[in-house]
């Protein structure tokens, strides 16, 4: 797993679309799901780990953004 993409791809496994229009609350229920998948074992520690990672990293990224925008 190595983009936001493919963490989409692992939820939409698990028939979770996450498409609000609006990037970071995208990232922010993406977050939430993966959260939820993890706590009933639906998917491994590695790929929990994995996706969490990108997911903080590319909300960091945006929220940095909109900083800099405003």
């Known amino acids: 797993m ?9 939820l939409k496994r698990y028939g979770s679309f996450v498409y609000t229009g609006d990037r970071l609350g995208d990232l922010e229920l ?3 799901e993966l959260t939820e ?4 074992d639906f ?5 929990y780990t994995m996706a969490k ?3 903080r ?8 953004e909109r ?3 405003t």
């Open 2 to 10: 190595k983009t936001i993409y493919d963490v989409q791809q692992l």
């Open 30 to 32: 993406m977050d939430m």
């Open 53 to 55: 990672l990108l997911l």
């Open 57 to 64: 990293s590319e909300i960091s990224k945006v929220e940095k």
């Open 67 to 69: 900083r800099g925008n």
């Open 37 to 40: 998948l993890h706590k009933w």
């Open 43 to 47: 998917i491994s520690v590695e790929d």
